[in-house]
T-cell receptor
Framework: DAGVTQSPTHLIKTRGQQVTLRCSPK?????VSWYQQALGQGPQFIFQ???????QRGNFPDRFSGHQFPNYSSELNVNALLLGDSALYLC???????????FGQGTRLTVV | DAKTTQPPSMDCAEGRAANLPCNHS???????VYWYRQIHSQGPQYIIH???NNETNEMASLIITEDRKSSTLILPHATLRDTAVYYC?????????FGEGTQLTVNP
């Protein structure tokens, strides 16, 4: 089992550009959550997807959007990138409302 | 979700027990206490969770006070590989609300 895989691992974008990050959940998991982790801080919840629908959303602007595919994989899209969007973006998967969430290694996004 | 308070840092000698405290005085009756840890440059890793009773697994033990306002994560025999940021989270819904955690440093 490959666990949760995220791509790419590192990314550099220019302010104003758009970015798409990808996540493949652990085998058998149907729920995907995305988190943003700024340097020196704990991860902050962006949103969660279940059955291809956004089930819950954190306090992030509409520039952050997502999608879940029928195979449960997910994408996080960020439009009009700001310097403050530079962070580690983490994907976590779980089976429905099970207790344990598994995290990927993250995508390090740098906006210049 | 209830707010948690943890010390910013702790040290522990290798081979000794590491006891990490967490205060969650506003916890509701249906909210669970979760612990995750994050080793540098990796994604967070689930450790353990509990509601009322003490819990133990292969990684750690979780002691929750009777009034549920605080808890302690115990790593019985800390190793250098346990050096990480440990997050105490009170979870009622499906999201995890992370604070800033405790940086545990295990010293040789």
């Amino acid at each position: 089992d490959a666990g949760v895989t995220q791509s790419p691992t590192h990314l550099i974008k220019t302010r104003g550009q758009q970015v798409t990050l990808r996540c493949s959940p652990k085998s058998g998991h149907d729920t995907v959550s995305w988190y943003q982790q700024a340097l020196g801080q704990g991860p902050q919840f962006i949103f969660q997807y279940y059955e291809e629908e956004e089930r819950q959303r954190g306090n992030f602007p509409d520039r952050f959007s997502g999608h879940q595919f029928p195979n449960y994989s997910s994408e996080l899209n960020v439009n009009a990138l700001l310097l403050g969007d530079s962070a580690l973006y983490l994907c976590a998967s779980s089976f429905s409302d099970s207790f344990e969430a598994f995290f990927g290694q993250g995508t390090r996004l740098t906006v210049v | 979700d209830a707010k948690t308070t943890q010390p910013p840092s702790m040290d522990c000698a290798e081979g000794r027990a590491a006891n990490l405290p967490c205060n969650h005085s506003t916890i509701s009756g249906n909210e669970y206490v979760y612990w995750y840890r994050q080793i540098h440059s990796q994604g967070p890793q689930y450790i353990i969770h509990g509601l009322k009773n003490n819990e133990t697994n292969e990684m750690a033990s979780l002691i929750i006070t009777e009034d549920r306002k605080s808890s302690t994560l115990i790593l019985p025999h800390a190793t250098l590989r346990d050096t990480a940021v440990y997050y105490c989270i009170v979870k009622g819904g499906s999201r995890l609300t992370f604070g800033e955690g405790t940086q545990l440093t295990v010293n040789p």
